[in-house]
């Protein structure tokens, strides 16, 4: 399988402990965005990549959130002392030089 | 800012139906336009695009026209089956940032379809 994977599928956590989820973007592409999707909502823009440099954060990403992606390839979305806020499914997308962009199946965090 | 507005559901639809789920969109400069579907549990799929006025995007059977003069991207789908059963977004994504630019993807809030036998 050549798409999008994310890892894990599912988290639950308690309040305050931190969390780091995993995106593998299809080989060669060098974008790479991260969304969240609350429950009857659209997917919200957090952040961007372009190879490993990180271009663009939403004023969505607070200092909690940190998104790296170190050697232009996978990436990682780590949430420290997370609040109940934080659930729901983080997405992350890649995409080549063009306007399509291409999901990842999500991590869903439970925060409880 | 860019924004995209779509008719609220849930939907409901007999098997063969025919379905139009709206929206319009808000946008600055010339957005190309899209329709992802998302099956419970799943990421989302890209559906269908189209990236200029009067172009018509179109997969599995759905279909959907840029019409720039009313700012709008209408999925139709003329025989709609159980396998149909999701929900639908519409999106836009123009170029924008100040890193050189990027594709911002904005999203409407989605449309629930539920197709019955």
């Known amino acids: 399988d050549t798409g999008v994977s994310q890892d894990p599928r599912h988290k639950i956590t308690k309040r305050g402990q931190n969390v780091t989820f995993r995106c593998d973007p299809i080989?060669?592409?060098?974008?790479l965005y991260w969304y969240r999707q609350t429950l009857g909502q659209g997917p919200e823009f957090l952040t961007y990549?372009?190879?490993?440099?990180?271009?663009?954060k939403s004023r969505l990403l607070s200092d909690r959130f940190s998104a790296e992606r170190p050697k232009g390839s996978f990436s990682t979305l780590e949430i420290q002392r997370t609040e109940q806020g934080d659930s729901a499914m983080y997405l992350c997308?890649?995409?080549?030089?063009?306007?399509?962009?291409?999901f990842g199946p999500g991590t869903r965090l439970t925060v409880l | 800012g860019d924004s995209v507005t779509q008719m609220e559901g849930p939907v409901t639809l007999s098997e063969e139906a025919f379905l139009t789920i709206n929206c319009t969109y808000t946008?600055?400069?010339?957005?190309?336009l899209f329709w992802y579907v998302q099956y419970p549990g799943e990421g989302l799929q890209l559906l269908l695009k189209?990236?200029?006025?009067?172009d018509k995007g179109s997969n599995k059977g759905f279909e959907a026209t840029y019409r720039k003069e009313t700012t709008s991207f209408h999925l139709e789908k003329g025989s709609v089956q159980v396998s149909d059963s999701a929900v639908y977004f519409c999106?836009?994504?123009?170029?924008?940032?100040?890193?050189?630019?990027?594709?911002?993807?904005?999203f409407g809030t989605g449309t629930k379809l539920q197709v019955i036998p």
């Open positions: 997308a890649s995409s080549p030089r063009s306007d399509e962009q291409f």
């Open positions: 080989s060669e592409h060098n974008r």
């Open positions: 990549f372009q190879n490993e440099a990180q271009l663009e």
């Open positions: 946008a600055t400069g010339y957005p190309s």
């Open positions: 189209a990236t200029k006025a009067d």
């Open positions: 999106a836009l994504s123009a170029l924008t940032g100040n890193s050189g630019g990027y594709q911002k993807v904005t």
